[in-house]
């Protein structure tokens, strides 16, 4: 009975706000309401009649400025106000309504119809309720009017009471800030994330707090991410969405067995307190269990079209049987790979559905974005499996998965660990020969290429691993093609092998090649660590010169974050710097006495 009343309620208001539209004065209303209204609430006049007085005084009124002129409610024994001649109480008085009617529907359906100039002036009046604010912005969002639904709940976070927004406030939160990143708003994410923050109501300070450290985590700079993280749980201690960005930071940070711990740790407690249903503590239950596996479950459902073709590859990749050998032969310049017809037939027709070609100028990257089309090319892997026998389809796989996935260190396992074993094969067959494996000859890049997103893809989630098949990567390309030395150069220093770090940041570039800012911050932090200050002192004039804003960004505590407008920054830029502080600013906290020096140095610098 109810969901009738809401679907006549609705085709009524609309039809009364068409009328109203037509021409704003109330006697309009009244004659639509007894000749069109009734057929909306099937024939029952007395219903069409007590109804339009009601909507009438809620509905904004674009000659008044968009305020209402409502009507005086009649007493019991005065006239109604439906203008039949009969006292309220034997007219509209008597009359029930078979649900509610939301005090704010009339501004919901004009924020839904209003273009234009007539909506901004509408928002700007400021006499837009916050639920139909709220409302109206989600039905845009829902319908794909994604610049209409920006702009109404824009007006929604605008208001000066935040205290008295409305309880469905939270999503409607998270879907601007999610508009905003989509629609590359950048300024107004970050503007909107701080007024909530400074003097947002105690849960929505949370949820920014959650969505912050979230959003720390995607640009890599982890020890904001963790400042955010502890913040967020001193003001919602209690939030089970704590226990699933604790164990994504800390899989991040690279402590797979502490995530393991602390996601335990939350099951338990709010276990304990009861107020979860079955499906939140299961989902904490599979977390405590295994964290890698239960986010990369949640991430390849959470793909909607694609769930089912991720689920597939996943089951393939399990249970991919071991390479075959490639042929290799020595030439003058080393170890050439070349690709066989039978291989060069599999990377046809995978091709034919994969239908983009990589970016032979690029290290790892494609000349258009195949992901479009991947639930195509997925499933006919899934159905062509032998495909995996050519390195080219490992290759342009791997860049794929790694361009998607890479940055999330629960995928490793599932995706990229059965295509480095692959991988391996195929390196243990090339160092078998003792010579060089240089890229630009014959269709070694292929192997190259693939060997870099797997490294990249790894590099989160299995580190250890990563490194290893970066380093054998080195030994191959002695030219460093690839660019591994800086990322291997890190990894080191997060595993406190200092002495092999330093020994790395040593090799010398080729006479065309400009130092690495994160090599040679990678060579002071070393020296530092194993005290030649001297040297390290040295290292550090030799980044100054090489990037002037890189010392002062390091030792900030919150400097304004730069946008990357590239992957890889401009050297000497203030992005560069930035993009160096968001990799590697964790390992200078966690390097005892290492800032205070860096900050010593910055005034030894100034005084230069």
């Known amino acids: 009975m109810l969901a009738m009343w809401v679907e006549q309620l609705l085709g009524y208001a609309g039809g009364a706000l068409a009328a109203i539209r037509a021409d704003e004065h109330y006697?309009?209303?009244?004659?639509?309401?007894?000749?069109?209204?009734?057929?909306y609430l099937g024939g029952n006049i007395a219903q069409a009649q007590a109804l339009a007085p009601e909507l009438w005084n809620q509905t904004p009124l674009e000659r008044l400025d968009f305020a209402c002129e409502p009507l005086a409610r009649p007493g019991r024994n005065e006239p109604c106000w439906c203008d039949s001649g009969r006292k309220m109480k034997h007219c509209c008085g008597a009359v029930s309504l078979p649900g509610a009617v939301p005090p704010h529907l009339m501004w919901m359906l004009s924020l839904r119809d209003w273009k234009g100039d007539t909506l901004k002036a509408a928002l700007e009046s400021g006499r837009a309720p916050a639920q139909a604010l709220l409302e109206a912005g989600l039905i845009a969002a829902e319908g794909g009017q994604r610049g209409r639904a920006q702009q109404v709940l824009e007006t929604l976070f605008q208001a000066a009471d935040w205290d008295h927004l409305p309880e469905q406030a939270e999503p409607a939160f998270e879907l601007l800030i999610e508009l905003y990143q989509e629609r590359g708003f950048n300024r107004k994410r970050a503007a909107l994330l701080d007024a909530i923050l400074e003097r947002g109501p105690l849960f929505l300070?949370?949820?920014?707090?959650?969505?912050?450290?979230?959003?720390?985590?995607?640009?890599?700079?982890?020890?904001?991410a963790r400042e955010a993280f502890v913040r967020a749980?001193?003001?919602?201690?209690?939030?089970?969405?704590?226990?699933?960005?604790?164990?994504?930071?800390?899989?991040?940070?690279?402590h797979p067995q502490e995530a393991r711990e602390r996601a335990d740790f939350w099951f338990r407690r709010l276990a304990r307190q009861g107020d979860l249903d079955g499906e939140q503590l299961q989902f904490l239950a599979d977390l405590?269990?295994?964290?890698?596996?239960?986010?990369?479950?949640?991430?390849?459902?959470?793909?909607?079209?694609?769930?089912?073709?991720?689920?597939?590859?996943?089951?393939?990749?399990?249970?991919?049987?071991?390479?075959?050998r490639l042929q290799f032969e020595v030439g003058d310049e080393g170890t050439e790979y070349r690709s066989t017809a039978r291989e060069d037939t599999f990377f046809a027709a995978w091709r034919e559905v994969f239908g983009v070609d990589v970016d032979e100028e690029a290290a790892l990257g494609f000349q258009a974005d195949p992901w479009p089309q991947a639930g195509d090319w997925l499933n006919a892997l899934c159905a062509h499996p032998e495909w995996l026998d050519s390195p080219a389809v490992v290759q342009t796989l791997s860049m794929a998965l790694a361009s998607?996935?890479?940055?999330?260190?629960?995928?490793?396992?599932?995706?990229?660990?059965?295509?480095?074993?692959?991988?391996?094969?195929?390196?243990?067959?090339?160092?078998?020969?003792?010579?060089?494996?240089?890229?630009?000859?014959?269709?070694?890049?292929?192997?190259?290429?693939?060997?870099?997103?797997?490294?990249?893809?790894?590099?989160?989630g299995d580190r250890q691993r990563s490194r290893r098949l970066a380093e054998r990567l080195l030994v191959l390309d002695e030219n460093d093609?690839?660019?591994?030395?800086?990322?291997?150069?890190?990894?080191?220093?997060?595993?406190?092998?200092?002495?092999?770090?330093?020994?790395?940041?040593?090799?010398?570039?080729?006479?065309?090649?400009?130092?690495?800012?994160?090599?040679?911050?990678?060579?002071?932090?070393?020296?530092?660590?194993?005290?030649?200050?001297?040297?390290?002192?040295?290292?550090?004039?030799?980044?100054?010169?090489?990037?002037?804003h890189v010392v002062a960004m390091l030792c900030a505590d919150n400097p304004r974050p730069v946008p990357l407008a590239v992957e890889v920054p401009e050297p000497g830029t203030k992005a560069e710097a930035w993009q160096y502080r968001a990799l590697m600013r964790d390992q200078w906290v966690a390097t005892r006495g290492a800032l205070k020096w860096l900050a010593e140095q910055r005034r030894r610098l100034a005084e230069r």
């Open 233 to 254: 749980q001193q003001t919602l201690p209690d939030s089970p969405t704590l226990a699933y960005i604790e164990a994504m930071l800390l899989l991040h940070e690279g």
């Open 205 to 224: 300070r949370g949820v920014a707090l959650e969505r912050l450290c979230l959003m720390h985590l995607d640009s890599d700079d982890l020890a904001s």
């Open 481 to 548: 093609s690839l660019g591994l030395r800086e990322l291997v150069l890190d990894q080191l220093l997060r595993e406190g092998r200092d002495r092999e770090a330093l020994a790395l940041s040593d090799q010398p570039q080729g006479d065309d090649e400009a130092p690495l800012l994160g090599v040679l911050m990678g060579r002071v932090l070393a020296l530092y660590r194993l005290e030649r200050f001297d040297a390290a002192e040295e290292a550090l004039d030799a980044v100054d010169a090489l990037n002037a």
């Open 404 to 460: 998607r996935f890479g940055s999330l260190p629960w995928m490793a396992e599932s995706f990229f660990a059965p295509l480095a074993a692959r991988l391996e094969c195929w390196l243990e067959q090339i160092e078998e020969h003792a010579a060089p494996f240089v890229w630009d000859v014959a269709d070694n890049a292929v192997l190259l290429r693939a060997g870099l997103a797997l490294v990249v893809g790894m590099e989160r």
């Open 27 to 39: 006697p309009s209303l009244m004659a639509w309401a007894r000749d069109e209204g009734v057929g």
């Open 288 to 324: 405590a269990d295994n964290p890698g596996a239960t986010l990369a479950e949640q991430m390849v459902n959470s793909e909607e079209a694609l769930a089912e073709p991720l689920m597939g590859l996943q089951a393939l990749l399990e249970a991919l049987p071991t390479a075959p």
